[in-house]
Every structure is written in structure tokens, then in C-alpha cells.
């Protein structure tokens, strides 16, 4: 039984690139969420998506972020136009059911991603 | 704005002692805490989480007390064995879906 999987682990992007992060979550599970971890700090909510649907996008920045969860495929965090301050490790969790019910998350290793 | 917060960045306790991680809180929304623990290059996995309705819980070794007039909870372990060395976080939520986190603390534990 997969955990959470996400890919790439290490990503290396240069100023102005895109970068595009995958979350597949745990079979069974219809919840994801994306959380970001700058150096020595927490994680920081980002995103809350259903299959197909934004729940809440409230700690999402307000520009060249987004984040889709297709019916099929996996969860994407796309950061277009990547600058230096976005380097950080992003991290994907996913829950069969709402955290509103205090169903606990199951994270991912993460993407770590640096930006030259 | 930090609503939870972990005051000390680092532990060091002898194997087979106590180790005692601390978290406060601002928001008093909050009505459900967790503690994750996560190893370096892998991700937080929970560890133990209580509700606002209780002041104790205990699982094995780690026992989470909360309470809830300070905005404080620690998180017990005991006795501290050297494979539970890792940054531990505590977490917090309220009645949305979001989990609020602390900067974490990382924890030694000397052979």
C-alpha cells in the first residue's frame, strides 16, 4: 500500500523558469494538500484540493502559484516565473476524508526546490 | 502572525530520560492538536494528536498534555530512545480543514 508519492524529489530550476510539482496521493484518498517549508520554519499551508475542485486556496500566493487535482493524475503545484525566495521544500498530504473531522494527514517526502 | 509556536529550536536528553517538547498557541479556535515527526529527507508522520475536550493523551511511550487556559501542550516522552531523534512538530487546527504548524524543535537523544 503506496504512501503518499511524490515526484521529483530535488528540483533545480533557474530564475523565470516554471517549475511543476507532482503529488500522487494515497490510494483511496480524495483529499490533497500542499504545505511549504522555508528554511527554518515551519509548513506553511498552501492549498486544499478535492479531485477536480479548489477548497480553499487561502495560503496561496497571489500570483505565478496555482494547483490543480485532475479527475485522473495526479496533483500538480505549478510556480511559473520561479524567483530565489521560492526555494523551499514543498511538501503534499493527502486524507480519505475532510480534516474538518480531524482525520489525520499522511504526508509525502516532498520536492525539494532550489532555484539558481 | 505565528499562532503556534515552539519556543525552543532544540533538545538534548540522555536515553532512557524524559524528553518534554512545548507548543503554545494563540488562536483559542483552535480545538484539535497533533504532533508530527519528521526525519531529515522524508516527511512529517503523525505521531499523536489530542482534542480540545480532553487534557491527557497517551500512546506507548509519547503522551500529549494540553492545557487548554495556558494555550500550552507538551508532548512526554519517555523513556527517550536514540531513534526518536528527529524535529517534531506540533500542529493545530480549528473548524476549517487547515493544519496550523509550529517552527518545530529538534531532538537529540544521546546514546
Known amino acids: 500500500n503506496a504512501g503518499v508519492m511524490q515526484n521529483p524529489r530535488h528540483l533545480v530550476r533557474r530564475r523565470g523558469q516554471e517549475a511543476r510539482l507532482r503529488c500522487s496521493p494515497m490510494k483511496g484518498h480524495s483529499h490533497v494538500y500542499w504545505y511549504r517549508q522555508l528554511p527554518e520554519e515551519g509548513l506553511k499551508f498552501m492549498v486544499y484540493l478535492q479531485k477536480e475542485n479548489i477548497i480553499d486556496e487561502s495560503g496561496m500566493p497571489k500570483e505565478r502559484f496555482s494547483a490543480e487535482f485532475p479527475k485522473e493524475g495526479p496533483s500538480i503545484l505549478r510556480i511559473q516565473q520561479v524567483v530565489r525566495g521560492d526555494s523551499a521544500a514543498y511538501f503534499c498530504a493527502s486524507s480519505e476524508q475532510m480534516t474538518a473531522n480531524n482525520e489525520k494527514l499522511f504526508f509525502g517526502s516532498g520536492t525539494q526546490l532550489s532555484v539558481l | 502572525d505565528q499562532q503556534v509556536k515552539q519556543n525552543s529550536p532544540s533538545l538534548s536528553v540522555q536515553e532512557g530520560r524524559i524528553s518534554i517538547l512545548n507548543c503554545d498557541y494563540t488562536?483559542?479556535?483552535?480545538?484539535?492538536f497533533l504532533w508530527y515527526k519528521k526525519y531529515p529527507a522524508e516527511g512529517p508522520t503523525f505521531l499523536i494528536s489530542i482534542s480540545s475536550i480532553k487534557d491527557k493523551n497517551e500512546d506507548g511511550r509519547f503522551t500529549v498534555f494540553l492545557n487548554k487556559s495556558a494555550k500550552h501542550l507538551s508532548l512526554h516522552i519517555v523513556p527517550s530512545q536514540p531513534g526518536d531523534s528527529a524535529v517534531y512538530f506540533c500542529?493545530?487546527?480549528?473548524?476549517?480543514?487547515?493544519?496550523?504548524f509550529g517552527e518545530g524543535t529538534q531532538l537529540t537523544v544521546n546514546p
Open positions: 500542529a493545530a487546527k480549528g473548524s476549517g480543514s487547515r493544519l496550523t
Open positions: 488562536n483559542s479556535m483552535f480545538d484539535y
